[in-house]
């Protein structure tokens, strides 16, 4: 992961992380087109993400060892 202190980023985006109970726990970064380039996320949402991910990966470990046993045993 990339990181950028605080001070580094520009008044409006310290404004929205700064921001008290937003009402979007993201901030879509766009181009003059409206096109998205990049996505910021708080930490309780970065958090979440990751422990969706980690869930998935054990989901899918589980899985291959299940299906290295079956195809072991025949």
Request: glycine share 6%.
């Amino acid at each position: 992961m990339r990181e950028i202190t605080k001070a580094e980023i520009g008044d409006g985006l310290r404004t929205l992380i700064e921001e008290k109970d937003p009402i979007d726990d993201d901030i879509a970064i766009v181009d003059e087109s409206g096109d998205i380039l990049s996505v910021l996320i708080n930490k309780d949402a970065y958090n979440f993400f990751l422990k969706k991910v980690h869930e998935e990966e054990d989901k899918q470990d589980r899985k291959t060892v299940e299906d290295f046993h079956k195809n072991g045993e025949q």
